[in-house]
């Protein structure tokens, strides 16, 4: 999975090194793009899936110039699907106004390579790395998302992937258990009522 990194001039913050006059976001993208380009052989020789990850665009200046579900659909279009996917993590595409018809594109194009999930959490950490919370404790509706990408014809893991300093520090079986009650509970009958499937809940 593939983040693709952000501004010359914001490369300090991650400890790298960069131009700090260079704010040039078309420029940064085509960088990325043509990387694509140089890595797409590489992969394919090795049997590597290089997977796109569109970050949410307040991480575009330092880690990520990629934004949408669709640039990365786009920057993987010419490539063969078993060299180039995507990733829809809920955190970072939620406030997507084309996120429904992307995933579906996506799902169309063959391209969706990783379902990742946690919710959006309100106020931003000073960190905002650290704003992901645990589903439900936030403002992302994991209902229509997981139908969306059920729909889409995603039949792989699904990734809780959780970056909070308050979760971190509790008692990780706290954290497992409520990870697997919410899962259970808004996550998996949604991709389970889109896939055709009668929802486990229903069977007990």
């Known amino acids: 999975i593939m ?31 043509r990387g694509l380009e140089e890595l ?3 992969a394919l020789e090795h049997g590597v899936r290089l997977v796109l990850e569109p970050l949410h665009p307040m991480y575009a200046a330092d880690r990520a110039v990629l934004s949408t579900l669709g640039q990365a659909l786009d920057l993987a279009s010419p490539y ?6 995507v990733v829809v993590d809920t955190f970072h595409v939620f406030w997507d106004p084309q996120l429904q018809q992307q995933i579906q594109r996506a799902g169309l194009e063959h391209r969706l390579a990783s379902y990742q999930i946690c919710d959006f ?14 589903m439900g404790d ?9 139908r969306w990408v059920s729909q889409a014809g995603y039949r792989g893991p699904v990734e809780v992937e959780i970056f909070n300093d308050e979760i971190n520090q509790q008692d990780s079986a706290l954290t497992l258990a409520t990870m697997s009650q ?12 889109a896939a055709g499937v009668q929802p486990a809940s229903a069977l007990n």
């Open 3 to 33: 983040v693709v990194g952000g501004l010359p001039s914001a490369a300090h913050i991650l400890g790298g090194t960069g131009d700090p006059a260079d704010k040039n976001i078309v420029a940064a993208r085509d960088r990325v793009a």
């Open 40 to 42: 797409v052989p590489i």
């Open 80 to 85: 063969p699907t078993k060299a180039v996917g």
């Open 121 to 134: 959490n309100l106020p931003i950490a000073s960190n905002a790395l650290q704003s992901r919370g645990m």
């Open 138 to 146: 936030g403002h992302i509706d994991f209902s229509a998302i997981s």
């Open 182 to 193: 919410r899962y259970e509970t808004l996550v998996l009958p949604h991709l389970e009522q």
